[in-house]
């Protein structure tokens, strides 16, 4: 089955610490996007890869980091600058040519 | 810079009644797509529904249809024969067409949060 994963579910970190989190897709996609989802907000960009090697920030970028060095796998880093870190994490990928982005199951971040 | 408004954040329906959850765009582009996507508890995001701000037509997904009013910048959806598993947040999403230098990311109301009564 094609689809994107998104691992772990949940995670817990002392504040301080960096933490990555995993998003995987086989659906062949190029582009692929990383969202932040907080109680009442809607979900909002942080970065996003339109092709491998290549990146760019969102709206929320300050405090995180990603890399895209193959095409399934676009891993995104909270860093201890982001200073309120707690929140769900959705990763997304586009078929470009329906314009459609597909998303993963989601990790729920909980920093202490 | 476009917006997406949801002014709804809570609506309840009645089990097999129909349902219509509010949205509303700011943009000055002429060709974009909207969407509405459902999470449910589990949170995983679902597309719902699909329009293309070129069709006149309005989109149907089985019981989900829409409202697009392109004029008015109004994109409704409508949710025929409810049903409990219809329950979820919905967000509507506005993007513009993916093409050189554009980002081709979603931009997402807050959402409305429909609650399905037995």
């Known amino acids: 089955d094609g689809g994107i994963t998104q691992s772990p579910k949940y995670l817990f970190r002392k504040e301080g610490q960096n933490v990555t989190l995993s998003c995987e897709q086989n659906?062949?996609?190029?582009?692929m996007y990383w969202y932040r989802q907080d109680p009442g907000q809607g979900l909002r960009l942080i970065y996003y890869?339109?092709?491998?090697?290549?990146?760019q920030k969102g709206d929320i970028a300050e405090g995180y980091s990603v890399s895209r060095e193959k095409k399934e796998s676009f891993p995104l880093t909270v860093t201890s600058a982001q200073k309120n870190p707690t929140a769900f994490y959705l990763c997304?990928?586009?078929?470009?040519?329906?314009?459609?982005?597909?998303f993963g199951p989601g990790t729920r971040l909980t920093v202490t | 810079a476009q917006t997406v408004t949801q002014s709804q954040p809570e609506m309840s329906v009645q089990e097999a009644e129909t349902v219509t959850l509010s949205c509303t765009y700011d943009?000055?582009?002429?060709?974009?797509?909207l969407f509405w996507y459902k999470q449910p508890p589990s949170r995983q995001m679902i597309l719902v529904i699909r329009?293309?701000?070129?069709?006149?037509q309005n989109a149907t997904e089985n019981r989900f249809s829409v409202n697009f009013q392109k004029a008015a910048k109004s994109f409704s959806l409508k949710i025929s024969d409810s049903q409990l598993g219809d329950a979820a947040m919905y967000f509507c999403?506005?993007?513009?067409?993916?093409?050189?230098?554009?980002?081709?990311?979603?931009?997402f109301g807050k959402g409305t949060k429909l609650s399905v009564k037995p």
């Open positions: 997304a990928s586009m078929d470009q040519v329906a314009y459609e982005q597909y």
């Open positions: 659906l062949n996609h190029d582009a």
């Open positions: 890869s339109q092709i491998v090697n290549d990146f």
């Open positions: 943009t000055s582009e002429s060709d974009y797509y």
């Open positions: 329009q293309e701000a070129y069709k006149q």
């Open positions: 999403a506005y993007r513009i067409p993916y093409y050189g230098g554009s980002q081709g990311n979603l931009i």
